[in-house]
């Protein structure tokens, strides 16, 4: 096979141009060095040379205009950025995730901000957009569509008379659009400096703040957890002493691991599922601090937030030493929580979650919201906070950052924290009963 031709280069003005032709095309390239330091690709549009060296000078006369006014003409477009971005999380992301993301992009950000330089997109253009998006179904494009085509996690696409989008899904659209810049700065098609802020605050209020925090157990009812797993054990274990189907057997196993899932879930503040299911016994070890033992747990990669070393509660690294002992999968490689017939993780644990809370009465936390396997993970951050941890080290021991935990975890109320309110100021121009009579100190020479 013969060797492609090498592609031959005009060069002008020293070597800060050059001209060169693609295969198969009759227009002049240019290769432009401008004086910002940066090099630009560029077609001239030009068949003949010497047109194309004139076109590119012009050019490169322009863009050194453009630069001294703090202009970028050589920045990349928004549509390009964001296509780049989409490519780039197409092979990480759930696949769910990265369909809405792209609807997202190539239905609300690409038509209006698609042929603006990135560098060019200010707080201005931004209101601007937040315009024209409000009225996108409205009086906008959307207007014209009276139907929309949705597809289902199962993969099944239907046809729906067209909704207009919630407040939560524009939130969701600032999140894309703030992805996008940021991949922009880490590429350096964008400055940091030049980072435009992207949507408005959400509301403060008391009822947000309530309504943004999940769901958690109270103290109490940790306990009565901890008690419900003992004694469902026991109970298992007492029938199965007297001869019943072996078939108890295998559900008091079953109950044994679910027991341990709560323990481990409610010791360490892990994630229910996408972190329990891939841990191996080879991920615990103790380490000594200051002469205290500690059992750390490591979060293998893959997980949502990569590989992290996470502190267990003592309640919890008991249950789990203990466990090991009992378990059928014991091995350095065999799963923590693994269905004691088969060896394979068990990854869900919603049906036994589920009998637990209907047994113990808990359907909902304080303002209305179903309990659900999370809030073990939940329940872990309130009440640490509540018993004064540093909020960055629950932060950091549960793979999150401050900011979240703060939103949405503690759930201080007037009631539950009314001790502390407690002063000196509750009795002022009242008598205090509950403080008793001081007495007078002796003086220096009374009996």
Sequence with gaps: MARAKK????????????????PGSSFWQARIQHV???CQAISTRQTDLDKALAWAREHK?????????GQDPTAATFKRVAERWLS???????????HDYTTIVQRYHIPYLGKFKITEITQQVLRDYEQWRKSYWTTGPGSQE?????????????VRAKKMGSRSKAYSEDTVLRQIFAYAVEHDHLPASRRPVIGTPRSKSRKVVLENRYPAFTQDQVEKILAYCAESTRAKVREAETG??????????????????VYLI???????????????????????????????????????????????????????????MHSTFRGDDDYILADQETGQAVKSFKRQFSTMCRVLGFKADQVGKPFVPYSLRHTYATLKLNAGVDIRLIANNMGNS???????????????????????????????PLEKPRKRPRQKGED
């Design 7 to 22: 592609t031959d280069y005009v060069y002008a003005d020293d070597k800060t141009i050059a001209l060169y032709q693609r």
């Design 36 to 38: 910002n330091g940066k």
């Design 61 to 69: 006369i322009m863009v050194k205009v453009l630069t001294a006014r």
């Design 88 to 98: 780039s999380i197409a092979e990480g992301d759930n696949p769910r995730t990265i």
């Design 146 to 158: 009276a139907r929309e085509t949705i597809e289902r996690k199962d993969g099944k696409i239907y």
């Design 244 to 261: 019943l189907s072996s078939q108890l057997d295998l559900v008091d196993q079953d109950r044994l691991v679910f027991n341990v899932f």
């Design 266 to 324: 409610l010791g360490t503040g892990m994630r229910p599922g996408r972190e329990h299911s891939k841990l191996k016994w080879k991920h615990l070890r103790h380490e000594t601090v200051d002469g205290v033992d500690h059992l750390i747990v490591t979060v293998p990669p893959g997980t949502k937030t990569g590989k992290r070393d996470v502190r267990c509660d003592n309640f919890a690294m008991t249950k789990l030493v203990a466990f090991r």
């Design 402 to 432: 401050p900011e979240v935990v703060h939103a949405h975890y503690g759930h201080d109320t007037a009631v539950s924290r009314a001790n502390e309110l407690s002063t000196k100021l509750d009795w002022m121009g009242v008598e205090n």
